[in-house]
């Protein structure tokens, strides 16, 4: 590859990497916080299939020149330097923060933690085991996979190159044509299929390949003489308008339901919006972007941009658990959910600049130090130099955002309860208010609502003195089948007449109606079995108060 035509400057790339991280951000922000008014799509998906062409693009364009067969080794250290340090970190800060006082101890928990060590996770087909833990490292554990491949698909020359990146096409292509006639033959099996073909590293290749033939692509694309900044901003428009574009055909307006029939390729309709439709669109916008010298390129090179860029992989590591940590502190869950979003994505900014600082850099430099054999005249500078770096700006104004984010939350969390459970006991039937679980609680209030393809559950209640059973939620088929039980978000607030309440609320997609007549709820615990309710439309013998009849199959 003539080097002499790779782009130097990367700095617009840099700084599209944060917003593609700030891309998944908004997709869990929207999950975590109920953010109900938001229609983002497959905004997360879309994302991570940016991430893996960019990677391919990234890798490409840095090892294209220099990677040999001696030199794999040292590759491979380098990728394993550059994300398992910090990867480690956020898994044993998940454990800390939620698995304190339920640490892994089965053996089937540990091999699930072992996956998660060791980034084999999406080999797996059941997506509980995929996402567990820290579920956002689901996609690192796919980038591993390129990692492993990539020092072959780099030393091929342009013609074995693009015989390997047409079979890559025709085996993915393959492999969702197989999946469609599976799920056609057992549709039980849809959900597997998807899971497989979303997490599974294989079925990502194609959008790392891309990558790398796009860093092929721009390494022999002559230079042009001179800055044109009409036309480079005109083409950066373009290249950005056929992403968004491409987004809303497959994205939130669904516009390939106008191209392909729901029923024709159910399985299609499912994996191409979670990245690998989006492919050529994002291939062209990297290969512009990497040499562009338009507006757009130029303020995605603005130095605050390109250190958000360098801290993105902290940010994407980390924003899941501080939302989690608002989900379960009840800040954002009514109306005033704009002030649970800034303080979210303000403390996953800083937190993700105090690991960049602390953790990840370091790490990368006393690995690679140890692998080449100057650690003794490297550590000092690895070390020092984050210690420094606690004098700068981004580090003091980080543990600042850390201290204060919480403080603000707890003056605000309670009265935003108190409103969010207002307005569901206002919205709640008369049947479903005052019910007393026996020794357990009083029922103030349940409503359940669908609105979009979300489910909505909150239950208002008073716990009795003598409350020792857990609060369930199931949802039930015809004759009181259990099909599966909801999670709960339980919170304690204070009523404006004083008087301290719990707010349980779920909100989960449709999907997890599907074959259900109705939702129940009750009180159980394995000493003392279920509490009897007094009154409303019961089943279980009583035990349980069916909360929400499911449309269409309330008659089941």
Known sequence: MNSSNQPR????????????????????????????????????????????????????HVYGQTLNSPGISRFLVARFARVWPLHIACLALFLLLFRWHNLPSSPDELLRLLAQVTLTQTWDTKIDEILGYNGVAWSI???????????????????????????????TIMAVALAEWSVGMHPDGRATALTVLHFAPPMRLFEFATGIATARIAAR????????????????????????????????????????????????QQFLPKGAGFTPAFAFLILWMARSRGMVAKLLSLRPLVYLGEISFAFYMVHAMILMLFQDSGLGIGAAWPLGFALALAASLAAASLLHLAIENPARELILAAWDGKLAGRWRKAVLEPVAGWRRGPALTSVATLLLCPWIAQYTVAEERAAHAAERIGAAPTELRDVVFADEAVIVAA??????????????????????????????????????????????????????????????????????SS??????????????????????????????????????
């Open 447 to 516: 409503h359940g609502e669908i609105e979009g393809e979300r489910f909505n559950l909150a239950i208002v209640y008073d716990p009795l003195p003598q409350h020792s059973r857990s609060l369930f939620v199931h949802v039930t088929a015809g004759k009181g089948k259990i099909l599966r039980q909801l999670i709960l978000r339980d919170v304690e607030f204070v009523a404006p007449d004083g008087q301290v309440l719990r707010l349980a609320t779920a909100d989960v997609p449709v999907a997890e109606l599907d074959g259900a």
């Open 141 to 171: 554990s796919v980038e591993a996979f390129f990692y492993a491949l990539f020092p072959l698909l780099c030393m091929l020359d342009d013609r074995r190159f693009l015989r390997a990146f047409a079979a890559i096409v025709a085996a």
């Open 519 to 556: 939702v129940g709820i009750g009180f159980w615990s394995q000493g003392r079995g279920a509490s009897k309710a007094n009154r409303g439309p019961l089943t279980m013998g009583g035990h349980r108060l069916e909360v929400f009849a499911v449309p269409g199959r309330a008659g089941s």
């Open 221 to 268: 694309w002559p230079a042009t003489s001179g800055a044109r900044t009409t036309r480079d901003t005109a083409v950066d428009i373009v290249a950005f308008s056929l992403v968004a574009l491409g987004f809303l055909c497959l994205g939130p307006a669904q516009w390939i339901r106008y191209v392909i029939a729901p029923d024709t390729l159910p399985v299609a």
């Open 9 to 60: 400057m990367l700095d617009a790339l840099t700084g599209l990497r944060f917003v593609a991280a700030f891309c998944v951000f908004l997709h869990h922000a929207r999950e975590r916080l109920s953010i109900e008014s938001w229609n983002l799509g497959p905004l997360g998906g879309f994302a991570v299939g940016f991430f893996f062409v960019l990677s391919g693009f990234i890798l490409m």
